[in-house]
C-alpha cells in the first residue's frame, strides 16, 4: 500500500494502514489475516481518506456494508457473524485510530463513540467434547492432524496460539511452553506428563514449527505461492489447522462443535476435575474471573451424578438415625 499524506488534515488512511502493519500487524499472532482485514478496510474507506474525517456516520456506513458480506463470499453459508463484523471492522479500526491519536499525535477532531458502533453478539455458548465423540474424533482423524488437536485440549490455546507456536516457546528444561495470547498478553503454561509424552514424538519433525502435516499431494499453495511436495512435512498454517479439524469433526459426526470448542473442553473438565474456577481462568490466561465463569456450568450428566449422590447420601444418613420410609422407599 503506497503512503500518502493530506497535507492539511493529517496522516491518510493509507499512510495509518501501511504504519499499523510495519509497526503492529506484522507481529500478531495471524499476520495473514490481519493483513487481508486491513486491505479489506482500506478498500471500504478509501486510501486516500484524511483519519480526521472518520466519525460516527462514517463508521455507521462501514459496519452496515460489511454486515452484508456472506461467509467466505459464498451466499448458500450466510451472512458473516455479528463478532466477525465487531472483530474485522469496528475493533480493528479504533485501534489504528487510537494508535494515531496516541502513538502519531494524530488530532482527530470527530472520533468515533466506538461502544456505540459494537454489534451486540450471542451470549458465548459453552460446548464441551463428550467422551464418545472423542472416541469418534480418534478414530476419524488424520495422524499428523492429531497431536495439535489433542494439544487443544490439554492446553485450551486458541488455534493461532497452536498454529504458530515454535519450539523456541517449548522449555523442556523449565518444563513451560509460553506464548503471545489474545490481546498481547504472555501466558505460560507448565508442561505436564500428558504434554512432555505429545511433544516429544515431534521434535525431529522440524527445526522451528512443532506441529506439521504431511502433504496428501503435490501442489501450489494459491495464498503463498509455495509448492508443497506429496508426502514431505510441512509446518500446518491458522487456515489448514481450522480446515482439517473441520473435515475431521464432520466426518466424526460431531453435530454444532468447532475447532473453539476443544478450548472449551480444556476448561470444562479442568473445572470439573478440580473445582477451581481460578485455575481455569490461569488455563484460559483470561483477565477477569467474570470471563471464566461461564464454564461453570453443569451439564444433565454432572446434575445427574449430583442428585444421585444427594439422594445416596441423604438415604445413608436416614438409615444411620433410623428413620424408616425415607425419599428411597418404594411407596
Partial sequence: M????????????????????????????????ELNDLARLATAIGPTTPLAAIN???????????????????????????????????????RILTRARVAWKQTLPEEPNWRAHMLAEPKGRVRELRYDEEGRLGAAE?????????????TGL???EIAG???DQVDFGAETI?????????????????????LEPLRAHHPAAVFT??????????????????????????????????RTFAKAGLKDFRIHDLRHTAATRT?????????VQQLLNHASPTMTARYAHADLTDLREAMAAAASDTARRLEAAGVQGGPSATP
Fill in 56 to 94: 460516527d456516520d462514517f463508521v455507521a456506513q462501514l459496519v452496515l456494508k460489511r454486515r452484508q458480506d456472506f461467509v467466505k463470499g459464498d451466499p448458500r453459508r450466510g451472512r458473516i457473524s455479528p463478532a466477525q463484523v465487531n472483530r474485522s471492522t469496528t475493533q480493528l479500526l479504533r
Fill in 271 to 279: 473445572l470439573r476435575a478440580t473445582g477451581n474456577l481460578r485455575i
Fill in 2 to 33: 503506497r503512503a500518502r499524506r493530506g497535507r492539511s488534515r493529517g496522516l491518510t488512511f493509507d499512510d495509518a494502514v501501511e504504519r499499523y502493519w510495519i509497526e503492529v500487524s506484522h507481529a500478531c499472532a495471524s499476520p495473514r489475516k
Fill in 142 to 154: 488424520r495422524d499428523d492432524y492429531r497431536a495439535p488437536r489433542l494439544f487443544a485440549q490439554l
Fill in 158 to 160: 486458541r488455534r493461532r
Fill in 165 to 167: 507456536l515454535t519450539w
Fill in 178 to 198: 509460553s506464548v503471545v495470547g489474545k490481546g498481547d498478553k504472555p501466558h505460560v503454561l507448565p508442561i505436564t506428563d500428558e504434554l512432555r509424552a505429545l
Fill in 213 to 246: 502435516y504431511v502433504a496428501q499431494r503435490s501442489r501450489k499453495v494459491p495464498k503463498s505461492g509455495h509448492r508443497v511436495v506429496r508426502g514431505q512435512r510441512y509446518p500446518i498454517t491458522y487456515e489448514g489447522l481450522g480446515t482439517q479439524l473441520g
